[in-house]
């Protein structure tokens, strides 16, 4: 009785997601769910370029032969800068048979990880930071901008395929929150960035985004002129002068 049950609640969620792919977003589900769809199906061939199986090779030989499995994160990250940022279930099987591993075990890793996208993302792929000291600092308030100005909602695609946003747990840049990240897939896995864009405000995403779309470069890192990295703003008020050593680092002073 209870396996009828189940089995008739996946077969109406089934039909959920195949009557309009935003529904899938509403399940929290989703996140390891995969309907196949005529873009995404294993059907559809996929290989790595022949410069990035030089890479692939590159990168076993990083491994004893018989701990192939141990190079399934950076194959898939290769494998999603190729494919425009995001891992069909047929690029994840060509993993699978380089590793020689069932299938299963490159699914597990790619639906646990947030760095691996399984839907499609902009050429552009921006990420803000939504932990707790980005929060604080405005981070809700940066994503907004981001939404309203790019006029799509978090994980949807613009039209013209240039922008996505999406949320990515804690960075590491907590000194300088709130910050975005921008994962650039206009030039495949040959120009592929990631940088970090610290201390901004919701009109200096808007600026970036702006600078992206004519083809720039915008400078990565803090974006207060008033500070120089992580330093505080306007410069060190203390410990200015170079630091001495504890008399215990002298052996012969011990």
């Not at 890479?55 to 030989?61: A, D, F, G, H, N």
């Not at 646990?112 to 050429?123: D, E, H, I, L």
């Not at 970036?208 to 992580?230: A, C, F, M, W, Y």
Request: hydrophobic share 35%; glycine share 6%.
């Amino acid at each position: 009785m209870l396996g009828r049950l189940a089995s008739k609640r996946l077969l109406e969620i089934r039909q959920a997601f195949r009557q309009s792919p935003q529904a899938a977003r509403s399940f929290s589900t989703a996140l390891n769910y995969h309907i196949d769809s005529p873009d995404n199906n294993p059907e559809l061939p996929w290989e790595f370029t022949d410069k990035n199986k030089e890479k692939v090779r590159e990168i076993l030989s990083h491994y004893p032969s018989n701990y192939k499995q141990s190079a399934v994160i950076p194959l898939l990250d290769l494998a999603q800068q190729q494919h425009g940022g995001w891992l069909p279930v047929s690029a994840m099987n060509a993993v699978a048979k380089i590793i020689e591993v069932a299938p299963i075990r490159v699914y597990e890793v790619a639906t646990f990880y947030s760095m691996f996208n399984r839907t499609k993302v902009g050429k552009y792929h921006l990420l803000v930071c939504g932990t707790t000291p980005c929060m604080i600092r405005g981070s809700r308030e940066i994503e907004e901008a981001l939404l309203k100005h790019l006029g799509v909602k978090r994980n949807e695609v613009t039209k013209d395929g240039l922008f996505s946003v999406g949320e990515m747990e804690c960075m590491g840049c907590c000194v300088n929150a709130p910050m975005i990240t921008v994962a650039d897939y206009s030039n495949g896995s040959e120009g592929y960035t990631y940088n970090y864009y610290e201390d901004v405000t919701p009109e200096k995403v808007v600026e970036i985004v702006e600078k992206l779309r004519r083809g720039e470069k915008p400078p990565h890192g803090t974006q207060n002129p008033k500070r120089v990295r992580s330093g505080p703003e306007g410069g060190n008020a203390t410990l200015l002068s170079e630091p001495k050593p504890p008399p215990c680092r002298d052996l012969d002073a011990c």
